[in-house]
């Protein structure tokens, strides 16, 4: 017997959180993700797509009050498929297919009542940056913000009839690892060019830069499949929120005659000092988070975004943008392996920009869909 509970009160908050804690303890590769980074997603006045969605999350008993599982179900307007589809996530479950099979027989109930078709999970009710996927290959320490889970999950998904999307690959290269030739070549190319320059973002100057970026990334990216334009004014408050763990040594921007070209952007990963908080970040938190980040080297740091506008592309300017930064900061940072956030394999076009960027696949994770109408044909994310 399972006993369903949805989560309402704060004790039940709190289990939601405590649980997978619990679950993964004797996981060396798991890190517990911050309590207000999964809270603040089920927070209405936080996430505004509670203005035209709906969520609940739920605790799955045994009959000793003991919780097996948990899961985030949604309605998202803003998520629109060819059927309407629903999705979950948070999920998390003891090794057990009947337990899973009652979870996802739960979401799928909870979603047909609500007139969805299909269910894709496990996906965020947010954007994609953040807490989408599930782990198939791959199975190290999470970077901040991506789902992490164990091995079995794969089979609990197949077996109860999911199908894989869409995957979603994450590319990585040591950071004193050879250098492709056609890069140092480029570099030596454009080096020549007086009109060319190159330089890390610094937090003094964030205004600039911030408007610099939006200029790069809507030209290189807006009219790229599901590409959305952005406003200065936004990535400008984003910058700032970034402001206490940007590294002014690893982000790019390239200039001609003082005109933004291209940008490459990356920053910490700060679940390498995380990981020592337990998921808590209150005051003393803080101050323990501020220590651990002065005196603990951080060794990993992540691709966030890499944009070349389309007068320049195919021009070998990310070569000489690549070099440049990476002689920088292989001599004034501690980092020895950059990790790019996922990219979707149907996104062939960026999937080949980071494949010329000298990285290997070292993650996949995927985003399953089940069809309620078990007749209806499966087709996978259309190609970009």
Same mark, same amino acid.
């Given at each position: 017997? /399972?006993?369903?509970?949805?989560?309402?009160?704060?004790?039940?908050?709190?289990?939601?959180?405590?649980?997978?804690?619990?679950?993964?303890?004797?996981?060396?590769?798991?890190?517990?993700?911050?309590?207000?980074?999964?809270?603040? *997603?089920?927070?209405?006045?936080?996430?505004?797509?509670?203005?035209?969605?709906?969520?609940?999350?739920?605790?799955?008993?045994?009959?000793?009050?003991?919780?097996?599982?948990?899961?985030?179900?949604? /309605?998202?307007?803003?998520?629109?498929?060819?059927?309407?589809?629903?999705?979950?996530?948070?999920?998390?479950?003891?090794? =057990?297919? !009947?337990?899973?099979?009652?979870?996802?027989?739960?979401?799928?109930?909870?979603?047909?009542?609500?007139?969805?078709?299909?269910?894709?999970?496990?996906?965020?009710?947010?954007?994609?940056?953040?807490?989408?996927?599930? *782990?198939?290959?791959?199975?190290?320490?999470?970077?901040?913000?991506?789902?992490?889970?164990?091995?079995?999950?794969?089979?609990?998904?197949?077996?109860?009839?999911?199908?894989?999307?869409?995957?979603?690959?994450?590319?990585?290269?040591?950071?004193?690892? !050879?250098?492709?030739?056609?890069?140092?070549?480029?570099?030596?190319?454009? &080096?020549?060019?007086?009109?060319?320059?190159?330089?890390?973002?610094?937090?003094?100057?964030?205004?600039?830069?911030?408007?610099?970026?939006?200029?790069?990334?809507?030209?290189?990216?807006?009219?790229?499949?599901?590409?959305?334009?952005? =406003?200065?004014?936004?990535?400008?408050?984003?910058?700032?929120?970034?402001?206490?763990?940007?590294?002014?040594?690893?982000?790019?921007?390239?200039?001609?005659?003082?005109?933004?070209?291209?940008?490459?952007?990356?920053?910490?990963?700060?679940?390498?000092?995380?990981?020592?908080?337990?998921? &808590?970040?209150?005051?003393?938190?803080?101050?323990?988070?501020?220590?651990?980040?002065?005196?603990?080297?951080?060794?990993?740091?992540?691709?966030?975004?890499?944009? *070349?506008?389309?007068?320049?592309?195919?021009?070998? /300017?990310?070569?000489?943008?690549?070099?440049?930064?990476?002689?920088?900061?292989?001599?004034?940072?501690?980092?020895?392996?950059?990790?790019?956030?996922? /990219?979707? =394999?149907?996104?062939?076009?960026?999937?080949?920009?980071?494949?010329?960027? =000298?990285?290997?696949?070292?993650?996949?994770?995927?985003?399953?869909?089940?069809?309620?109408?078990?007749?209806?044909?499966? !087709?996978?994310?259309?190609?970009?």
């Amino acid at each position: 017997m /399972i006993i369903v509970e949805e989560v309402q009160n704060e004790t039940q908050k709190k289990e939601f959180l405590e649980f997978p804690a619990r679950l993964y303890q004797q996981d060396q590769n798991y890190i517990r993700p911050r309590n207000i980074d999964i809270e603040d *997603v089920f927070n209405s006045k936080k996430n505004k797509l509670f203005n035209g969605g709906e969520c609940s999350r739920f605790l799955f008993k045994n009959a000793h009050n003991k919780t097996v599982g948990k899961v985030a179900v949604f /309605i998202n307007e803003t998520y629109q498929q060819k059927q309407p589809t629903g999705g979950f996530g948070f999920f998390d479950c003891i090794n =057990d297919q !009947e337990t899973a099979n009652f979870i996802f027989d739960h979401c799928k109930n909870w979603l047909q009542l609500r007139g969805m078709e299909a269910m894709d999970g496990p996906i965020n009710f947010g954007e994609r940056d953040k807490f989408w996927g599930l *782990v198939i290959e791959g199975f190290a320490e999470p970077l901040f913000g991506m789902n992490y889970n164990f091995p079995y999950y794969k089979e609990l998904f197949e077996n109860y009839g999911f199908k894989i999307y869409f995957e979603q690959l994450c590319f990585s290269r040591p950071i004193f690892a !050879e250098v492709s030739r056609v890069f140092t070549v480029m570099h030596a190319k454009h &080096k020549q060019n007086p009109d060319i320059s190159a330089r890390p973002m610094t937090k003094t100057h964030l205004e600039k830069f911030a408007k610099d970026f939006t200029e790069v990334y809507n030209k290189a990216w807006a009219a790229h499949g599901e590409g959305k334009c952005l =406003d200065e004014t936004k990535t400008l408050k984003m910058f700032k929120m970034m402001k206490p763990i940007i590294n002014e040594h690893i982000s790019w921007f390239v200039y001609e005659n003082e005109k933004p070209i291209a940008m490459w952007m990356n920053l910490p990963d700060t679940n390498q000092w995380f990981k020592y908080l337990n998921g &808590k970040f209150g005051i003393w938190e803080k101050l323990k988070f501020l220590w651990i980040k002065r005196f603990k080297k951080n060794e990993k740091m992540i691709g966030i975004v890499f944009g *070349v506008i389309p007068e320049w592309q195919r021009k070998g /300017i990310e070569g000489y943008m690549i070099w440049e930064g990476t002689q920088h900061l292989r001599k004034h940072t501690d980092f020895k392996v950059t990790e790019m956030q996922w /990219i979707g =394999d149907f996104n062939p076009k960026m999937i080949k920009i980071a494949e010329n960027l =000298d990285t290997t696949v070292t993650r996949k994770l995927a985003t399953y869909r089940y069809f309620f109408d078990r007749n209806r044909e499966f !087709e996978r994310h259309p190609i970009l």
